[in-house]
Every structure is written in C-alpha cells, then in structure tokens.
C-alpha cells in the first residue's frame, strides 16, 4: 500500500476523533498574514504494525498576489476550503479553485498565491513514526 493509501486509511480510521484546538497566529510585517489553527496533531495506528504521525490544520493567507510557503514536514494533502488560489510545486504553478485537492511530496515547499482577498486550506500532513 502507497503512502497516501495508509493516509487516507488513518484518517477513515478515526484520526480526528478527540481532535486538540490550537490556534497561533503569525503576522509578521514583512510577510502576509497567515492564520494556522491546529485540528488534530498525534500518531495513528493502522494495523498492528503500521503507525503513522498525522497533522489536520486549517491555514487562512490573508494576502493578495503576494507567494507565501505554508510550512509542511511530511507528506502533504491540501484542500482549498474556500477562495482562490494558485499553488507551485517544484517550479510548477497550478490555479486551485475552492475545493480542490492535491497532494505535495514530503520535504517539498507549499506555496501558494492568493488571488482574491483571502483563501483558506486545510493540510493534512502524514510521516512516518520511527
């Protein structure tokens, strides 16, 4: 089974289920305000032997035309939950419209244009536990 396979299967399997809510926002003036609230941050088992550590967020950029990276650290599926945007993976640029899916290899940068007055997105990030 594919990585992205076992993903999808962790999170058939319940994975947001006693879900922690945590916010932080970060705005600083030299960048576009980004809000990032935390849904769920913890390991999955799938199976008796395989255990992946998975992360639902919910990422709003406030900026118009201006590229921001949404930090990522696994394997990635993003979401465009509302708004519209264009996204670049290795040096490829795509326009995403509101609900869209698409996946970002682990260790590859998300970044993403607004091109509206804000989008939001959810990341859901998998990597495997050691």
């Known amino acids: 089974m ?18 922690s809510h ?8 030299a960048r576009p305000a980004l809000l990032s609230i935390k849904r769920f941050d913890g390991v999955v088992s799938i199976g ?5 550590h998975v992360t639902i967020r ?13 930090p990522t650290t696994g ?6 939950l509302a708004g519209r945007a264009s996204s670049t993976e290795s040096g490829r640029t795509t326009v995403r419209r509101s609900g869209a899916f698409w996946s970002v290899k682990a260790g590859t940068p998300l970044e993403v244009t607004v091109l509206g007055e804000t ?3 959810e990341i859901v990030e998998s990597r495997p536990v050691p």
């Open 75 to 80: 394997f990635t599926v993003a979401h465009l």
């Open 2 to 19: 594919r990585l992205s396979g076992l993903f999808f299967a962790a999170l058939a399997a319940g994975a947001v289920a006693g879900a």
């Open 58 to 70: 919910d990422v709003t950029v406030f900026a118009q035309r201006v590229t921001t990276t949404i």
């Open 22 to 29: 945590a916010a932080a926002a970060v705005a600083p003036s």
């Open 119 to 121: 989008a939001t997105f």
């Open 48 to 52: 008796a032997a395989t255990r992946v």
